[in-house]
């Protein structure tokens, strides 16, 4: 008698699988595990949704195809270091403890490693607005994926022919641009600040309505789809025979696969297993702004400030700041102030005093190559990795969630997992 593939559920026994984590990454690789027929359990020490998946801008950028790690990083990281509002901050009292990261994150920068990076970051990208419809229909919720173009802006008239440069770039990946200025720019935001010399707008992009509310949805889904939740913290998760046993404070629970989607959280769990990676914490800042009648149409990124804007149902938010500062420091109070400071700069109308605003800051999960970790454990097949998307996470989430599931359920996929290897370091 032929016995069945250990590996092919049925709906007499389900296979049982843990997602640890339930950040977007995590919230949608349960889904697409229910999708596959599992009977999944999501754990996390918070509430779904409430970490980094929280704070980002809702804008899904797919056109951010190169890695962080390049060479214009390593020529421009020093001035955006030293300026008081720049991009770029690396805590004196967490220096020390980074400097292994930071000799991966210069090593990752050759062109021929950065080359890879682009080549896997552009597979993950060209796929993630499709993936996002797939998973969004599935719950009768794609009102909250919006096609809302995007404005990459310069305020510096001789840095158009940059702009040019960067559409004919975007151009060899199939991306469409427009380079507008003057009227057009004007008639595409009319609140923005009136000495901004030129924009490339991508028609294309797309946006999600509210992050936060999107991350509460996909909960309710797996919910009602039968899925289990339990608000502990995970202290391990390890291969016991042919299943992980996960254990939180209060019990030892035991499932067939475990899929880590933990993000900045995970490395010690890691570390359980006999993995050790280069994951930091990169800290992220961003301001929600009650604006009331001041208006954008668009997301809004910054060239030369290095910031994001966005129009969310909750209110404006404004996204910057890449701080590798651990998971321990408490918030730098001058971040809000840069924040504050960039985004009056391109719409004056902020400068108002009685504006409500709200500050945030949260820990983005970050590897030397700008790559994430979408694997198996090399020893253990049935303990999966799914993190590290870096300041990707809500662009790549549905694709991460339909990859890492493929591997659990031996589904080949058209996007190749080797670049994405837990043991590529």
Known sequence: MQLPDANITTAASPKTVAVVGAGIVGLCTALEAQRNGYRVTLLDRGEPGLGASFGNAGYLATELMDPLSNLKTLRSALPMWLNPHGPLSLPMSHLHRIIPWLLRFICAASPESAAKSRHALQQLNTESISAWKRCLTDIGAREQLVQS?????????????????????????????????????????????????????????????????????????????????????????????????????????????????????????????????????????????????????????????????????????????????????????????????????????????????????????????????IDRHPDHPQLLFAFGNQHLGLTQAAISAELVVGLMTGNNTEISCEPFRVDRF
């Not at 028609?203 to 899925?227: H, I, N, T």
């Not at 809004?300 to 966005?310: D, L, T």
Request: charged fraction near 20%; charge should be neutral; proline fraction near 7%.
């Open 149 to 373: 173009g995007y404005l990459l802006v310069w305020e510096t008239p001789s840095k158009l022919a940059d702009a040019k440069q960067h559409a004919s770039y975007m151009a060899q990946f199939g991306i469409k641009t427009e380079l507008v200025q003057g009227e057009r720019l004007a008639q595409l935001e009319p609140e923005m600040a009136d000495n901004l010399s030129h924009a490339l707008f991508f028609p294309d992009a797309c946006r999600v309505r509210e992050p936060y509310q999107l991350c509460k949805l996909l909960f309710a889904a797996f919910m009602s789809r039968g899925g289990t939740f339990i608000q502990q913290e995970v202290q391990a998760a390890l291969p016991q025979n042919k299943g992980v046993s996960v254990q939180t404070p209060e019990e030892i629970h035991q499932f067939d696969h475990a899929i880590i989607c933990t993000g900045a959280w995970g490395k010690q769990l890691l570390k359980g297993v006999g993995l050790d990676v280069p994951l930091e914490a990169e800290r992220g800042y961003h301001l929600t702004i009650d604006a009331g009648n001041i208006r954008l149409n668009h997301p809004i990124g910054s060239a030369e400030r290095r910031f994001v804007m966005s129009p969310l149902d909750s209110g404006l938010r404004v996204v910057g700041m890449t701080e590798l500062g651990g998971l321990n420091l408490k918030p730098v109070k001058r971040r809000y102030a840069s924040l504050r400071h960039h985004s009056r700069k391109l719409l004056p109308r902020l400068s108002d005093p009685t504006l409500p605003v709200s500050e945030w800051m949260g820990h983005r999960p970050t590897l030397p190559d700008s790559l994430p970790v």
